[in-house]
Nanobody, 128 residues
Framework: QVQLVESGGGLVQPGGSLRLSCAASRFSLDAYAIGWFRQAPGKEREGVSC??????????YYADSVKGRFTIIRDNAKSTVYLQMNSLNPEDTAVYYC???????????????????WGQGTQVTVSS
């Protein structure tokens, strides 16, 4: 059974950085798109970033709210996708989830319902 496990969340001060990891087990990431989503208390789930690959390129997407601050990185050899988060602010506080769906050669899906598999989430809290 496909399994995703997030890690790397925690408490960080405004302006700080965190790197989240999404480790996949029992399947290879080669032909999957991976998305990162977040949900803050009382708010709807928000798509943060996603990544997919084709034969010649890596396709990424970033929400406007994180563009220039977050970077999504995939390491197929380790079956892990990372979300490097810099210049964090209190509005980034949320539970962060990664999700996977079989996709190759197409832009990564940006909506949660388009994904088949989800991790359990990791809490990120940005506070002084």
């Amino acid at each position: 059974q496909v399994q995703l496990v997030e890690s790397g969340g925690g408490l960080v001060q405004p302006g700080g950085s965190l790197r989240l990891s999404c480790a996949a087990s029992r399947f290879s990431l080669d032909a999957y798109a991976i998305g990162w989503f977040r949900q803050a208390p009382g708010k709807e789930r928000e798509g943060v970033s996603c990544i997919s690959i084709s034969s010649s390129d890596t396709i990424t997407y970033y929400a406007d709210s994180v563009k220039g601050r977050f970077t999504i990185i995939r390491d197929n050899a380790k079956s892990t996708v990372y979300l490097q988060m810099n210049s964090l602010n209190p509005e980034d506080t949320a539970v962060y989830y990664c999700a996977a769906v079989p996709t190759y050669g197409s832009p990564c899906p940006r909506l949660g319902w388009e994904y088949d598999y989800w991790g359990q989430g990791t809490q990120v809290t940005v506070s002084s």
